[in-house]
């Protein structure tokens, strides 16, 4: 059973950082890992994503230059360090997973599991 567990969230006020982790449990074999984005009355949005075979990372870009996401050596833990934050990154933020790769990782429908979210408030 996959689980996906994210921690790390809070409020803090602009300018300022957050890190956030996801711990992954009964994933054998994945292709990426990720995080997402969703506020409120807004789509859930990609904010990057690692492969786990290259250990290449990608990011929107909102977030290029500010945010870096990381993965430990048991490729069972993903980090996000969010610096330089803007109220307008205020969201629910959720780890996924995906099994397949050569898929556009951005794209919702191609991460196979996800994690419950942490919310992230980012005040002026």
């Known amino acids: 059973q996959v689980q996906l567990v994210e921690s790390g969230g809070g409020s803090v006020q602009a300018g300022g950082s957050l890190r956030l982790a996801c711990a992954a449990s009964?994933?054998?074999?994945?292709?990426?890992m990720a995080w997402f984005r969703q506020a409120p009355g807004k789509e859930r949005e990609g904010v990057a994503a690692?492969?786990?075979?290259?250990?290449?990372?990608y990011y929107s870009d909102s977030v290029k230059g500010r945010f870096a996401i990381s993965q430990d050596n048991t490729l069972n833990t993903v980090y996000l360090q969010m610096n330089t934050l803007k109220p307008e990154d205020s969201a629910m933020y959720y780890c996924?997973?995906?099994?397949?790769?050569?898929?556009?990782?951005?794209?919702?429908?191609?991460?196979?599991?996800w994690g419950q979210g942490t919310q992230v408030t980012v005040s002026s």
């Open positions: 690692i492969f786990s075979r290259t250990a290449n990372t």
């Open positions: 009964g994933v054998t074999r994945s292709a990426f």
């Open positions: 996924a997973v995906g099994l397949r790769s050569g898929v556009p990782w951005f794209r919702v429908s191609n991460s196979d599991y």
